[in-house]
């Protein structure tokens, strides 16, 4: 792996104790969180590149989510025996690109036998002198709005848990989240009062958007467009896309509020609306469906 | 887990998308280092705590090694299904007080469900405006010292590994490296030209600084006072005490070299030489035991 590349927060990679990375704000963030196979993903559904790609940018959607630029990964790998060198030769390799888009870089890691192929990550940012966008701060007349996609990935792994391989959007979108690392900074600019990443469904992080900062929030289903891959695999499949949409998981989009009136810049989609109260809404009714993402449970 | 404690690094504990540590340096020091059940440790050797210890002093160490403070603790586990939750309450337990010994706190974390207990630890530690101390400038001339407790932990587990549970306190140490975190900042404002981590025994850890300094390093082993209860336990055992000193992993001391004529304060023990070459050599000759450690493998 090249060190210092030009640019990067790299200060010293792998190879001593520790790696050094730079934090010029006076303050890193940091986020851990662990990929277990069978779990989380599965190796006839998903390449080790695309493992890599979902590991990291689950970690790097938190870091994005409280307004910073990440800056580094670190990443702890346990594999079976029987596992491949070059399996885990991919997912580093997926782990380098799905870093490389947003600036990161992959500076340290530890790997060891395991019965249970294990990726742990941790992502570290840089806030460049903003305040962390915390979950708390939405109040009562703030507009909640979304970066990304959101409904693809739950789609995808709808379509390949009923054996198909196609729409390959949607598949794809299982496999490597496109997720819009530099929309954080940007709604942190923009005076967003709160923000999450969204890994486990929209009904159900939003619901911590609403929670931790003891406001309601309404979502409307009239803001989604349903790409028409998605509406025909969801009339193929018998499902209700909405229910991708709202309880899906794995895209990682942010979503975040804003105090009415902000204008929005390309790439942010205006879904709904913060009143007194509590929980989520959907159209101001109790969502009855499924809130939540709990991947292979 | 209470935040902001008074002189804590910790600006935003755990709950949200991800952490926020004070890095007033401008520089993070990160490393990340995974236990596996079987392999790094065994329930019926460790209490739950234990393994906190171990896992959080495994990581800490690895941050002291490059002269740097810990601010912060990220883990990722991955538990059984069939575990006691009381099991995790009480490697939490560890974690944090291990943590507390060196002034740092558990900032975040992830937890999933696995075959396979897994403790993945992530370390973050401040270099307080010094160099970081890496493993490649050792020269020709330098003296080499330790500071902290060598080979106890490796006899703690050869007598676990015969069925015996004393002496207690090679068991314990086994059970709860105790490393001396202080010695790493300590070791940088002393001028230590190399500087390492001796978790995979001396002899291994030693030789990584000789290669990567690209030197030839001496250690005498009428510097090491063999502890009575060591000696003892070596006898009955039937086992060379200086296999457990030289070769012995998990006690976490610091091993660093330093200019000649440097006076070592309290706490450091000159244990060898520099000197042109390659490799690690006792009393001048080759070792003909295991140099390494490889837990229970």
Redesign the interface.
């Known amino acids: 792996m090249s060190r210092l590349d030009a640019g990067s927060a790299t ?2 990679g792998p ?22 196979e069978g ?2 993903f599965r190796r006839d559904w998903c390449g080790p590149a695309d493992v890599g790609h979902r590991a990291a940018a689950a970690n790097l959607a ?2 994005a ?2 307004g ?1 630029t990440p800056t ?1 990964l ?5 594999v079976p025996a029987s596992l491949d060198a070059s399996w885990a030769e991919g997912l580093a390799d997926g782990l380098t690109a799905e870093a490389a888009r947003c600036g990161a870089s992959v ?10 192929l ?1 990726v ?1 990550v ?4 840089d ?1 460049g002198g903003l305040d ?1 966008v ?2 708390s701060g939405a109040q009562p007349g703030d507009l909640l709005a979304l970066a990304g996609r959101v409904g693809h990935a739950a789609a995808g792994y709808t379509v390949l848990s009923r054996g198909f391989r196609t729409p390959k959007m949607l598949v794809e979108a299982y496999r490597r989240p496109e997720v819009r690392y530099a929309a954080g900074p940007e709604a942190a600019k923009l005076g967003a009062t709160s ?3 969204v890994s486990d469904g929209l009904l159900q992080d939003v619901g911590h958007l609403a929670a ?1 900062s003891v406001v309601g929030i309404d979502i409307r289903t009239d803001a989604f467009e349903v790409p028409d891959q998605m509406r025909d695999a969801a009339t193929a499949l018998g499902v209700d896309p909405y229910q991708w949409i709202l309880a899906g998981g794995d895209d990682h989009p942010l979503a975040a509020t804003f105090p009415a009136g902000t204008r929005l810049p390309d790439g942010w989609l205006e879904i709904g609306s913060v009143h007194d109260g509590a929980g989520v809404t959907v159209d101001r009714k109790p969502w009855t469906g499924a809130v939540g993402w709990d991947h292979f449970r």
């Open positions: 200060l010293l190879g001593d104790d520790a790696a050094v990375v730079r934090a010029a704000d006076g303050r890193v963030v940091a986020s851990t969180d662990v990929l277990v779990r989380h938190d870091i989510a409280m910073a580094a670190l990443v702890a790998l346990c500076v340290g890691g530890d790997m060891s036998a395991s019965p249970t294990t742990a941790t992502a570290l940012g806030l962390p915390r979950r923000m999450i990443d931790a």
